[in-house]
């Protein structure tokens, strides 16, 4: 069965950097892939999306790629402000799932004034 | 104007008892789902209905049951709790199935 993966740790960086976070998955590639956001205690906000044939999304700060060989997509987000702050969950859909979206366990960003 | 909201809020119950947590969307959208979120923050889902239709019931024990009266509201019923249902549960909807879901600000059930 489908599998995806993102760092459980959390990911701590100080603001004006770049944060970037993985998402890796197994098998074969999905349709597409999204990117979203949740604060604690809120539930999950859409981010980006991205299709199986597109390398790369932008959207002002945010920057996703998705690359089908190495089973990866990398999220960006250039200039992180504390405001970043959050947990970022990345969900895959396939094709043969009949529109079911699988959740990443999702990544804690901190971003330290 | 809320797009997906969900009631109650919070909701702290004994086992055995029986709940429903409710949901309506106000965006126009066909498909609504029902997520749950466990203390691990691991979402997974639970249901889909399509236009009142039911597409998607994962493996969830039976004494889960929604209810769809119409495609603006997704219900779920919770028979006989049992401690390990504590968790956050999310009801969210989508414009086509699997496209980009719009979540509600989640429904925190605590089992005692």
């Known amino acids: 069965s489908q599998k995806i993966e993102q760092n459980s740790e959390a990911l701590n960086i100080q603001e004006g950097k770049t944060a970037t976070l993985t998402c890796n998955y197994t098998?074969?590639?999905?349709?597409?892939l999204q990117w979203y956001r949740q604060d604690p205690g809120r539930g999950p906000v859409f981010l980006l999306l991205i299709r199986e044939n597109e390398k790369e999304k932008r959207k002002e700060r945010l920057k996703v790629t998705f690359d089908t060989t190495l089973k990866q997509s990398l999220f960006h987000i250039t200039a992180s402000q504390p405001a970043d702050s959050a947990t970022y969950l990345c969900?895959?859909?396939?094709?043969?799932?009949?529109?079911?979206?699988?959740f990443g366990q999702g990544t804690e960003l901190s971003v330290k004034p | 104007d809320t797009a997906v909201s969900q009631t109650p809020k919070y909701l702290v119950t004994q086992m055995g008892n029986d709940k429903s947590i409710k949901c309506e969307q106000n965006?126009?959208?066909?498909?609504m789902y029902w997520y749950k979120q466990d203390s691990k923050k691991f979402l997974k889902i639970m249901f889909s209905?399509?236009?009142?239709?039911?597409?998607i019931n994962e493996t969830v024990p039976n004494r889960f049951s929604p209810k769809s009266p119409d495609k603006a509201h997704l219900n779920l019923h919770i028979n006989s709790l049992e401690l390990g249902d504590s968790a956050v549960y999310f009801c969210a909807s989508s414009q086509v199935r699997g496209n980009t879901i719009y979540f509600g600000e989640g429904s925190w059930l605590t089992v005692v």
């Open positions: 965006l126009g959208h066909d498909t």
């Open positions: 969900a895959l859909e396939w094709n043969n799932q009949g529109g079911k979206l699988i």
């Open positions: 209905y399509n236009n009142k239709e039911l597409i």
């Open positions: 098998n074969y590639s999905p349709a597409y």
